[in-house]
């Protein structure tokens, strides 16, 4: 019976690993550059970490199981609940400000497509214990910086920016109450993946008798920044801190160099119920993908833990949205395990000897490969080459002869014989000399 792989999640072959790797290697390069540590958590949770507050967008899409004890568990479909329970459990030991990132692994039961899948690893960046909107600017900059390392600049992707509070104001304007914001938020963050009519039929079944859904998003796309910021001005002491953390936030992204690749969006609300503040979203400007990473500030998350009040700001950006994207970008690297040195069998009765020497250049830290098969020298060249080694070391008469080795660079073609107990005491400094 041909049992497949279930839908929606990977098998990633040697091939697929390289380029993840790559990827994975990126973002660790860009969080370390901005002095973020490295943390990790369990691969599922107590399903009440996830139902207590981020919002039916994620609730709906878990994978849950019970224990013998009956107890009910949700594999991690997001690492910020993880992230707040951590960070509440020592919150008064730990020294601020806390910028740690992870690379963790998760599952959403979502209808699999490109970009989206069942199972896939998400960067997340996250600064807790500061209210300064710089720490919003870093964790915006760290993501504008990690697309810059692998070629993508500001017109390949754009980072949309908004404020909860701001277009809470916006919305109350044309009749939304802040009261019905999650549901509105949610709705209005699903419009790029409903169709027309079936976004139009769940926003006008709630909101239709204040604002259909044509004149939503007329309004969403058309009203300028300083409008906004004039209806949040507006709207008591939360609107006016609002307005400054907006403005403070966008003078840092100057500051940081990353200004260019941010644009104020009202339509960027994000369907998640946790965040409280400014909420940005990275997105292709070519290609019709869905977002690339989303983020924003969640002020109260650690409190609904029962922890001390710790504000936080930062973003997950999924392995497969990114690398669909750097693929129809055509910035894919290209990827090879490479070796250091492949030795070559000319004479099947050194081959005791040709292991010994494997065993010893492996042993120095060298990447050493040789044939399982005894073949034609011509072939095990053919073979050093296809591993992309960039050095051969051939075992043969030479050995029995004068105890040498014949060793090849095989990027310049340049070969030596080289005395065996030369190579053996010091084979990295004999091979850079060839
Ligand atoms: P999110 O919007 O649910 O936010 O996901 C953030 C990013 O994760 C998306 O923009 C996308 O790149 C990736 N992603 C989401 N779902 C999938 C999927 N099914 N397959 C592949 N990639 C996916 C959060 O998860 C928040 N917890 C992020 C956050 C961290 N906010 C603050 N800190």
Sequence with gaps: MKIQSPPGMRDLYPEDMRLQNWLFDAWRRASRAFGFSEYEGPIFE????????????IVSELFTFQDRGERHFAIRPEMTPTLARMVAARANALPRPIK????????????PQRGRLREFYQWNVDILGVEDPLADAEVIAV????????GLTSEDVVITVNSRPVVSAALASIGIAPEENERAFELIDRHDRLSAEDFAKLWDEAYSDRVSSTRLMTFLTDTRMSACLEMAKCAGEEGRAAVEQ??????????LGVRDSCEFDLKTVRGLAYYTGTVFEAHARKGGLRALMGGGRYDDLTGLLDGPRVPGVGFGMGDAPVLEFVRDAGKLPQLADDLDVYVIDADHTLFPELLALVGLLRRSGLTVDFSYKRLPVAKQFKQAAGRHARYAIVVGAEYTARQELTVKNLDTGHQLPVAADRLRSDARDVLGGV
């Design 246 to 255: 907006l403005h403070a936030l966008w003078e840092r992204l100057h500051q």
């Design 46 to 57: 107590f399903l009440d970490l996830y139902t207590l507050k981020s919002g039916a967008g």
């Design 143 to 150: 993501a504008v910086e990690f697309f810059r390392s692998i």
């Design 100 to 111: 740690w990132f992870s690379v963790p692994r998760m599952c959403r039961a979502e209808r």
